[in-house]
């Protein structure tokens, strides 16, 4: 059974990057200008649904301060909840079942199906799901090896065969987070 307390799923990279942009300018502090996502290297023309429909590949101006999909990096540090857990809000597997929501055969009890949020206890920063439930998008292409040390505002690659997707295991084991590049 659907519900409007379910995670949004079924949508492509491309529409997360138009929503996203589309949120920005409906925020009357933000607005337009603070877009982070455009449809030229200039930054003179912003994303729209009609690029991403088209899948057009964005151009990301990180200056703005508009919403804008987390990059892993950014995703992992949030997951984490300010503890170097295995997954988000515990380092116990026996513990894992009251944070996630994962595959029944690996000790969880997703029935193979999206749940609603916040039915599972919440990491150290007070957010839910962030292992199992659905895959949440990220910004960065797929990458096998991370750099070490990470730079600055890493972001990762510049191209690659898709993008990355952390979090979500209902149909899956539940994956471990990565802690200062290793797993």
Request: negative net charge.
């Amino acid at each position: 059974k659907a519900s409007l307390q379910n995670p949004v799923h079924n949508l492509s990279w491309f529409n997360c990057i138009g929503f996203c942009n589309e949120l920005t300018k409906n925020i009357p502090d933000l607005g337009e200008p603070q877009c982070v996502y455009y449809s030229d290297a200039d930054f003179t023309t912003v994303y729209t649904k009609e690029d991403a429909d088209n899948k057009k590949l964005p151009y990301a101006k990180w200056s703005a301060k508009g919403f804008r999909l987390p990059t892993c990096i950014e995703w992992e540090w949030a997951a984490n909840g300010g503890t170097k857990s295995l997954w988000a809000g515990t380092n116990d597997q026996t513990q894992l079942k009251n944070y996630a929501w994962y595959h029944n055969d690996d000790g969880g009890d997703s029935d193979g199906r999206v749940h609603e949020v916040k039915k599972k206890r919440a990491n150290g920063y007070g957010l839910y799901d962030m292992t199992g439930n659905i895959q949440e998008l990220c910004w960065d292409w797929n990458w096998n090896n991370l750099p070490f040390p990470l730079p600055k505002d890493y972001a990762g690659p510049d191209s690659g065969l898709g993008r990355r997707e952390c979090g979500g295991c209902i149909d899956d084991s539940p994956n471990r987070m990565y802690n200062n590049g290793t797993r």
